[in-house]
């Protein structure tokens, strides 16, 4: 029997990155999945791709920032598939680089709208599903800043800080009734979220690094998608609260032990395309 045999799972920004890879994992262990994004046009290619592999999908266009939105994503999932068990809050965003007030301030407010308010939304509309049938996994996504200020990443990183407080509190809220509260940081994944980047006009440069800080740790999503899996699976049965970690000493140990040999033999990297967009400053 496959991991996720007859669950049902909801991944928001499961249209292309992470959220695909998630989704195309829990698919092909058995799980029936419902897609959102914003762009219907995505979520529709994203669910016909599941379907040729062999998977069972729909979706719905969606912005999570919306309770309404979200609370109707909820409602497609039961009338497609009959039942609600995972619920992954995956839809993610960042502000152009730079520093806070230089920002649009509707840039800074989009990822307060998508990271905190929907985070929110998809975690209350699935905890009212999962408190009553007392089942249900939610996973809420972590990541850099999830821990400590970053300067110039301060919507995103101080979302992140929301994020990972937040989780933490529901699991306490909703310890003993059968549900799973879960977080995970994975780590660093090529996706466009890390390809295409926008920075503030004269702080460009300060994103070069970040290409050799990909090589060096970046991962396909495929890998923190495997342990997405897990947490969804019945392997973290009463283990609610979990803070999963992709990045450990252990990684970066192997990683750099990895960079050290490629230096040696000279074997070259693939590298990430990075495509830096400057925007204007407000000051
Ligand atoms: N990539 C990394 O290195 C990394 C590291 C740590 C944590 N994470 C976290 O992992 C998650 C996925 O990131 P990713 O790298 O896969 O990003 P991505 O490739 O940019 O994909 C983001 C997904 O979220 C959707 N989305 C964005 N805003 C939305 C909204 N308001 N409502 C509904 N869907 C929305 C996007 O689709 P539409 O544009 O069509 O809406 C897309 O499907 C995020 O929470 C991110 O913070 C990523």
Redesign the pocket.
């Known amino acids: 029997m496959r991991t996720l045999e007859n669950q049902v799972a909801v991944i928001?920004?499961?249209?292309?990155?992470?959220?695909?890879a998630i989704a195309e994992t829990y698919a092909r262990e058995g799980a029936a999945v419902v897609i959102?994004?914003?762009?219907a046009r995505?979520?529709e290619a994203a669910v016909q791709s599941i379907r040729a592999q062999g998977g069972r999908a729909t979706g719905l266009a969606?912005?999570?920032?919306d309770l309404a939105q979200v609370e109707a994503l909820a409602a497609h999932a039961v009338s497609a598939f009959g039942r609600l068990d995972i619920w992954v809050?995956?839809?993610?965003?960042?502000a152009p680089y730079g520093p806070t007030a230089h920002l649009p301030s509707d840039e800074f407010q989009r990822v307060i709208?998508?990271?905190i308010v929907?985070v929110y939304n998809g975690s209350v509309t699935a905890l009212r599903h999962f408190v009553p049938q007392r089942r249900g996994k939610l996973i809420n996504?972590?990541?850099?800043g999830d821990n400590q200020p970053v300067p110039f990443q301060n919507a995103?990183a101080s979302s992140?800080t929301w994020v990972r407080a937040f989780t933490t509190a529901l699991a306490r809220e909703y310890a003993d009734c059968g549900v799973g509260v879960y977080a995970i940081?994975?780590?660093?994944?090529?996706?466009?979220?890390?390809s295409q980047v926008q920075a503030v006009v004269g702080y460009e440069a300060k994103l070069n690094p970040l290409k050799t800080v990909v090589r060096i740790l970046?991962n396909p999503?495929e890998v923190p998608a495997a342990r997405a899996l897990w947490i969804a699976s019945a392997a973290t049965d009463g283990r609610t609260g979990l803070n999963v970690q992709v990045i450990t000493p252990a990684f970066l140990l192997s990683r750099g032990v990895r960079a050290a040999w490629r230096w040696v033999t000279r074997t070259q990297e693939l590298e990430m395309p990075l495509n830096v967009e400057t925007v204007k400053s407000v000051i």
């Open positions: 928001t920004g499961g249209s292309r990155g992470l959220g695909l959102a994004s914003r762009s995505s979520v969606c912005d999570v920032g809050n995956n839809a993610g965003l960042s709208g998508t990271n929907g996504l972590l990541g850099r995103y992140k940081n994975p780590g660093l994944v090529t996706t466009e979220m890390l970046g999503p």
